[in-house]
């Protein structure tokens, strides 16, 4: 088992710049892929990023690109989303999630608690 602690949400303006991290603890001596996801109510969640272990790929939602990076020090099992030039509609509740293994999607089988993001216009 894995347990994923989100933190570094909170209110922000637009154009603003926000950290998120992820801790992991538990089985940690295994390679996962992290990710962050992000929800809104009455949507469904959405990959917004994804890193493999050693950080050699990573994936973007169409969204973030070029605003937001994931980066992860796995020395600290410790995953972060830095995320710029922040939109109103990038508010939702960011949840950071793990697979074990290689392939970046898929089923995700850890995941956090969920950090809240709120970007005021």
């Known amino acids: 088992q894995v347990q994923l602690t989100e933190s570094g949400g909170g209110p922000v303006r637009a154009g603003g710049s926000l950290r998120l991290s992820c801790a992991a603890s538990?089985?940690?001596?295994?390679?996962?892929?992290m990710a962050w996801f992000r929800q809104t109510p009455g949507k469904e969640r959405e990959l917004v990023a994804a890193?493999?272990?050693?950080?050699?790929?990573?994936a973007y939602g169409d969204s973030v690109k070029g605003r937001f990076t994931i980066s992860r020090d796995d020395a600290k099992n410790t995953v972060y989303l830095q995320m710029n030039s922040l939109k109103p509609e990038d508010t939702a509740v960011y949840y950071c999630?793990?697979?074990?293994?290689?392939?970046?999607?898929?089923?995700?089988?850890?995941w956090g608690q969920g950090a809240q993001v709120t970007v005021s216009s």
């Open positions: 999630a793990a697979r074990e293994g290689v392939v970046l999607f898929g089923r995700y089988d850890y």
């Open positions: 890193l493999s272990w050693g950080g050699a790929n990573s």
């Open positions: 538990g089985r940690t001596n295994h390679r996962y892929v």
